[in-house]
């Protein structure tokens, strides 16, 4: 006899062969639903409210092919390891985990993710496996982590490692990001204003000179022609935008344009201190973290080379496969590699003497974001003044130019 307080539930669950088994069923709460199911021998994957029809199994493709995955960012996935990581600790079954986890996660299609996870473990896989279909979201390096943990039991312990080395890595992205986008900020509101002038208040000065048959100086000339040509002669200069623009989005996708940006940012003067740094601190961190977990070294090495992506850079990896297949010291790829810093080396290659590596990698690590922390300040102090300069120098010629002529009908008047 059904009382007034049941209610239905839909449920999605696994059988003994593994099979996904979807119905719905009358009872009191939650609890009491988990309890007929395991009954019957049913591994429960999800509970709600409603009539069957209400769940659908999660779309994995149509989850892939969204334009909204992209919108899944990096610090999403460092919440989820951390309290992923702290639900194992106390306890807390794995799909039970996923399943709290993905209804608090606040991008639908985060949530969605965690879900076809959740799904995929409950069906027998390994949370490494589940993890490893999607390249987009969860990086290289958390899966290698995670497939050494599994082996070892400690997967709980590896998730706080994994949500502690992403964490120091989005913040090394977020000092990179923040120093280039300041320069661009001050060139970019330096041409803003300077379009400004020649598009609106130059033709207001122009007709004033005009009716007054000013005798122009050169300079005002000068601007005035530049003004005329950005309004009238867009079929020259048009098509020229057009090619820089396409070359800026495919010279990138090229392996030659790639190389030659790569080499640019390794040999440019201030990118140069950047990048380098930035390139040691993800790889000896990267490695260290994998070390430690027990990854085999040639799998350590492919991941350093996924977080560098640098092709001119990758020599280095190159190398070090090279002397890993020979049976000679690791570091000396370092010390033949004329990108890696001479005391970089030489701190690997007491690390290797003394069987420290991770220890020393990690040590190498720290001392090489503090250079990378070093290096964007004092860039950015260099920078800085320059920038105020040339916007200065440029503004006021621009100001000068318009204003001149103006100065001259007026030394007329007053003569």
Not at 11 to 38: C, K, M, P, Q, W
Not at 218 to 229: C, E, H, R, S, Y
Not at 374 to 386: D, F, G, M, Q, R
């Amino acid at each position: 006899m059904i009382s007034r307080s049941d209610s239905t539930f839909a449920y999605r669950a696994r059988n003994a062969t593994g099979e996904s088994v979807t119905g719905s069923i009358t009872a009191r709460d939650r609890d009491d639903v988990a309890s007929h199911l395991r009954a019957e021998g049913l591994f429960i994957t999800s509970i709600a409210s409603g009539a069957a029809g209400s769940l659908s199994p999660v779309d994995v493709e149509a989850v892939r092919t969204r334009q909204g995955l992209q919108r899944i960012r990096r610090a999403d996935v460092v919440a989820f390891a951390q309290q992923l990581s702290v639900m194992l600790e106390t306890g807390v079954p794995l799909p039970e985990g996923l399943e709290a986890i993905a209804s608090q996660a606040r991008r639908s299609e985060f949530r969605q993710v965690l879900e076809s996870v959740r799904e995929d473990v409950c069906g027998g896989s390994p949370l490494s496996e589940a993890l490893a279909r999607w390249p987009q979201v969860f990086p290289d390096v958390m899966v290698s982590l995670l497939q050494a943990a599994e082996l070892s039991g400690t997967t709980a312990l590896m998730l706080s490692r994994v949500s502690d080395y992403l964490s120091k890595e989005l913040r090394t992205k977020r000092q990179v990001r923040g120093a280039m986008l300041y320069p661009g900020f001050m060139l970019g509101s330096g041409f803003l204003v300077v379009a400004f002038l020649v598009a609106f208040i130059l033709p207001r000065f122009a007709k004033i000179y005009e009716m007054r048959s000013a005798t122009l100086p050169g300079p005002t000339k000068v601007l005035m022609a530049i003004g005329t040509f950005a309004a009238e002669g867009w079929m020259y200069y048009g098509p020229v935008l057009v090619a820089v623009a396409v070359g800026v989005l495919v010279l990138p996708r090229t392996s030659s344009g790639r190389r030659w940006l790569d080499w640019l940012k390794l040999r440019a003067p201030v990118l140069r201190t950047i990048h380098v740094n930035l390139y040691v601190t993800r790889s000896t961190r990267t490695m260290s973290t994998l070390l430690a977990a027990g990854v085999n070294l040639m799998d350590a090495i492919h991941a350093c080379r996924m977080v560098t992506r640098n092709v001119v850079f990758d020599r280095v990896w190159s190398g070090m496969e090279e002397h890993v297949r020979d049976g000679r010291r690791l570091s000396q790829a370092f010390e033949e590699s004329p990108d890696v810093p001479a005391n970089v080396s030489s701190m690997i290659a007491a690390g290797e003497r003394s069987g420290r590596m991770p220890e020393v990698l990690e040590r190498v690590a720290e001392y090489s974001e503090e250079e990378l922390d070093l290096a964007i300040k004092k860039s950015t102090s260099l920078l800085e003044p320059v920038l105020i300069i040339v916007m200065g120098l440029l503004v006021g010629a621009v100001a000068i130019a318009l204003l001149l002529p103006i100065f001259r009908m007026g030394s007329v008047v007053a003569g």
